[in-house]
């Protein structure tokens, strides 16, 4: 216990070293696929960069700003923030169905003037850093006790049950997968997630039951497409064209029919994945997730770097949102999963995302800036 909440030797890291000690390679590959994103908005407007492709680049600026700004701050800050950090995201999930702003039948933003924010992407970040700090108070020894999962499942299912009244299905799925994953890093044993998936396995009737109309519609459309080609099929069935006709080398450079003769619906946000592959082709495609996959590994590196449990679980965690991210947008326009509405990190429009995802990996270099930070128990504090 002494070993794990021991402090190394105080140094104070001035900018000047923390710049040296910055991963540059992982910001120039984060920055490498927002040029592949920026490229592919280009396209999908037919050569301009009006309307999207130029306000992702001042996104893009915005978010590297806050990424920096985070990097270079003190990680105790963020272990002391935490919980107030989950709270207010809370609170702001809360509102939404209050003061939320309508759109699409669904009500997930809050308006601020002429602009507007997702607070569930918020929550994204603050669910990771409020589990986080939470295993970093837990003693390991504690971990397996059924009372230490009380506090890490209200943390994943009050922010899912507030997601799914507004509805937003695919983003309380995502809470689920990442509280999980977090859970799983910070070493629960196996035996409970054999029991969950068995209490899901018998709940899904009853879930069925409580699903809205179009959610079930989307069910029962990734299981047939074929049954209303033109109405609720329409989507997946133009993306599995589009990919199927980019063949291995893609049409080219703006030259994907699907997406510059709008027959794909949504091909600037969601389904960007498919308009590339029709382009750029398998090839093109795997090369994209190859560097998703590269992503990936680096965030593992810098994670298995860090002395602390906090440290490790935060950059854990952006790991898992951005492979859950991933993972869920391809697998849906390729119709291995049903349509949730799920962005493809970085390379899809949207600002709320963008940001979220920028925020997120300025923890992950704050995590490996202070790699050697170890906390004292007066810092950690007690559960709350």
């Given at each position: 216990m002494k070993m794990l909440f021991a402090?190394?030797?105080a140094q104070k890291l001035d900018l000047?070293?923390?710049?040296?000690?910055l991963n540059w390679p992982f910001l120039a590959l984060i920055t490498a696929i927002v040029l592949v994103?920026?490229?592919?908005l280009y396209s999908v407007a037919g050569g301009t960069?009006?309307?999207?492709?130029g306000r992702q680049v001042i996104r893009y600026c915005v978010g590297l700003a806050l990424l920096f700004a985070i990097a270079f701050s003190d990680i105790r800050w963020w272990l002391k923030g935490a919980y107030p950090l989950f709270f207010c995201a809370l609170v702001l999930m809360a509102l939404v169905p209050l003061i939320g702003v309508e759109s699409g039948g669904a009500r997930r933003w809050i308006g601020v003037g002429e602009m507007s924010f997702q607070p569930s992407e918020m929550m994204k970040i603050a669910l990771v850093l409020a589990m986080a700090r939470y295993y970093q108070w837990l003693p390991p020894e504690k971990i397996w006790r059924p009372d230490a999962l009380i506090p890490p499942l209200l943390m994943i299912g009050l922010p899912a049950i507030l997601a799914l009244v507004q509805p937003d299905l695919g983003t309380a799925a995502l809470f689920a997968i990442i509280g999980a994953g977090m859970m799983f890093l910070a070493g629960v044993s196996w035996f409970y997630f054999g029991g969950a998936i068995v209490a899901v396995v018998v709940a899904l009737p009853h879930a069925w039951e409580k699903l809205h109309d179009y959610q079930k519609e989307r069910v029962l459309t990734f299981i047939d497409p074929e049954r209303d080609p033109l109405g609720s099929g329409y989507?997946?069935?133009q993306s599995k064209i589009a990919i199927g006709s980019g063949g291995l080398t893609g049409k080219g450079f703006m030259h994907g029919t699907q997406a510059q003769l709008n027959f794909l619906p949504e091909k600037h946000t969601d389904f960007i994945f498919t308009m590339f592959s029709e382009e750029m082709g398998f090839i093109g495609a795997m090369v994209l997730l190859a560097l998703y996959l590269l992503a990936l590994a680096f965030i593992l590196f810098m994670a298995l770097r860090c002395r602390s449990m906090f440290a490790r679980l935060v950059a854990g965690g952006i790991g898992l949102t951005l492979f859950a991210y991933v993972f869920i947008n391809v697998a849906m326009v390729t119709g291995l999963v049903p349509v949730v509405g799920v962005p493809l990190p970085l390379v899809s429009y949207g600002g709320t995302s963008m940001l979220t995802m920028m925020?997120?990996?300025g923890f992950v270099l704050n995590a490996h800036v202070n790699r050697r930070v170890m906390f004292r128990p007066a810092e950690v504090g007690g559960l709350w």
């Open positions: 402090q190394a030797p000047a070293k923390k710049l040296l000690l994103g920026i490229a592919a960069f009006e309307p999207w492709a989507h997946i069935l925020i997120g990996f």
